[in-house]
Nanobody
């Protein structure tokens, strides 16, 4: 079965950095649009950043200039480099793979707090 496994979350102080990774298995990774979403309790899941199979990227306005999404097709991995983190970035971050079908990871907690 398809698996998306996230890692790299944790507790970081405001202004700090984290890099999230998501390793995909049992999909033709290079054909999928990959994305990171985040969700806080009581709110809808929000698209943070996406990257197409061709490498085009898009970001929610609140993270532009601070977050960078990238992919390594040889490693079936998508990354989210998060810099200048703010308390409002605190959420569970989910990896998403979309083509004809959509798959989700289990999520990784990111907490930004002093």
């Amino acid at each position: 079965q398809v698996q998306l496994v996230e890692s790299g979350g944790g507790l970081v102080q405001p202004g700090g950095s984290l890099r999230l990774s998501c390793v995909a298995s049992r999909i033709t990774f290079g054909r999928y649009t990959m994305a990171w979403y985040r969700q806080v309790p009581g709110k809808q899941r929000e698209l943070v950043a996406g990257i197409t199979s061709g490498g085009d990227t898009n970001y929610v306005d609140s993270v532009k200039g601070r977050f960078t999404i990238s992919r390594d097709n040889a490693k079936n991995t998508v990354y989210l480099q998060m810099n200048s983190l703010k308390p409002e970035d605190t959420a569970v971050y989910y990896c998403n793979a979309k083509n004809l079908h959509t798959f989700w990871g289990q999520g990784t907690q990111v907490t930004v707090s002093s």
